[in-house]
């Protein structure tokens, strides 16, 4: 097909997945200068990804970064598209017949694996699970099984800490966050005491960020408890720590923690170096503790095992060892490292299609990261398009896309009918003394969505 002049129309892309990854590329394609119009393609009826569905409600900070989301999506060149599954409702192929080139985004919501003896055991769960239990994800569970009275966090990440951190809370601290009330009534009743986190490497390898590790503190029920013998560092740690000025605060809060006196706080979290998971034991197919071998520095910031093993009386096991993107339908897929393959974001033997943040990289990085990604990749799709090395859309108006939808009997969400989802949200929260409560239900999210759109669209 022949390409059109770039300068004749402006250039359509579909964006798919509305979470900082794939807002940050559609800014990044509005402030290139060149035309363009996007679609943001999101599976869930409500924006904003990991942000929404994947912070700890109790960092509002983090949230905030949602206002910055916003302006993106205020911005006219824009448009949301949710509660729209591509691989299910439209696949990959009629998009291209949509749309000048397509960006997948679609971020990563799966755990990881722990590949240890007992991995099977009622009473071990990834970390995803339960922070999609607590951030009210439509797809995840509705109630959640606290009994335990001691358990373990595997993992020295944020997602490890703030797991920990929401368990050793009590419920009413978190009534001023916006968690709604069957979290509420399940912290309500969780016995943990006792949390442990472990890691198989040292305090220099641990990948926390300062501010979240000195925010363990900050509760009145926590008690952080570091082992003064867990804090040893060879040369190759010391250099980590010259060389970063996030390694050497994460280590000097940590040290901070290893010497302090006890403040007495009920709940004791204790995170734990040099200890290594090899098994989960259980009983009547439950889990009971977790074994762990003693490491030990090997002089180049790696690790050696003991042959020291302690068993760790716990009831329940929570894996924070890393996230696992999903595949989408009609897109290369590297299952052993969980990305679409590319290079440089341009999809490996697929023009047109690029990707963009952690589907493309693996679940690592900061937002500097997905803003860098997203900077390389539009760059890429523009010296494709003006190259003349895209395939036009066959059909590229926001109508064709609307009749599409349509035809399909897809109910698809707005920008609009975020607001409107937003606004009851807010109301909730406000008869109970709140800023926000949760709407939790798939069902309800694109009613209250799609009854705003249809307002406004009246207007």
Not at 183 to 203: E, K, Q, W
């Amino acid at each position: 097909m022949t390409i059109p002049a770039p300068e004749s129309r402006p250039l359509r892309v579909a964006v798919v997945g509305s979470g900082p990854a794939g807002i940050y590329a559609a800014d990044a394609l509005i402030k290139s200068g060149h035309p363009v119009s996007i679609d943001l393609i999101e599976r869930l009826p409500a924006p904003f990804g990991l942000i929404r569905y994947g912070v700890a409600p109790d960092h509002p900070r983090i949230k905030g970064i949602v206002k910055s989301l916003h302006r993106v999506l205020d911005k006219p060149e824009v448009r949301l598209l949710g509660n729209v599954d591509v691989g299910r409702d439209v696949t990959v192929g009629e998009l291209r017949g949509l749309y000048d080139a397509i960006v997948f985004a679609t971020g990563a919501t799966g755990d990881r694996d722990l590949d240890v003896p007992g991995a099977d055991l009622d009473g071990h769960h990834g970390a995803g699970e339960f922070v999609g239990f607590y951030d009210s994800h439509p797809e995840f569970a509705r109630s959640w099984d606290l009994s335990a009275e001691s358990v373990a966090v595997v993992g020295v990440g944020n997602v490890g800490l703030d797991v920990a951190r929401i368990l050793a809370k009590t419920a009413d601290e978190l009534l001023s966050t916006e968690i709604a009330d069957n979290v509420h009534d399940a912290l309500s009743v969780n016995a943990a005491r006792t949390i442990h986190v472990f890691g198989r490497r040292g305090p220099a390898q641990a990948k926390f960020t300062p501010l979240e590790l000195k925010e363990l503190d900050h509760s009145p029920t926590i008690e952080v408890v570091v082992d003064p013998r867990d804090i040893a560092y060879d040369a190759a740690s010391e250099s980590a720590r010259r060389e970063s000025k996030i390694v050497d605060q994460v280590c000097s809060i940590l040290e901070d923690y290893a010497i302090r006196e006890p403040k007495g706080a009920p709940h004791k979290l204790h995170i734990h170096f040099f200890e290594s998971p090899v098994a989960l034991l259980g009983d009547d197919g439950r889990v009971t503790a977790i074994r762990t071998e003693r490491t030990e520095l090997d002089g180049e910031g790696g690790v050696r095992g003991t042959g020291t093993f302690t068993d760790w009386p716990v009831g329940a096991v929570y894996r924070a060892v890393g996230y696992r993107s999903d595949a989408v339908p009609g897109v290369p897929f590297d299952e052993r490292r969980a990305v679409i393959p590319n290079d440089g974001g341009r999809v490996d033997g697929a023009p047109g299609l690029y990707t963009t943040g952690w589907v493309r990289r693996g679940p690592v990085g900061l937002i500097g990261n997905t803003k860098g990604d997203a900077n390389e990749v539009v760059a890429n799709l523009l010296a494709d398009w003006t190259g003349g090395l895209l395939e036009a859309a066959a059909d590229p108006s926001e109508s064709a896309v609307d009749a599409f939808l349509a035809e399909r009997g897809i109910e698809w969400t707005t920008w609009e009918g975020w607001h409107a989802l937003d606004a009851a949200e807010r109301a909730a929260g406000a008869a109970v003394g709140r800023e926000r409560k949760k709407i939790v239900e798939w069902a309800d999210m694109v009613r209250h969505s799609r009854s705003g759109s249809a307002v406004l669209a009246a207007r």
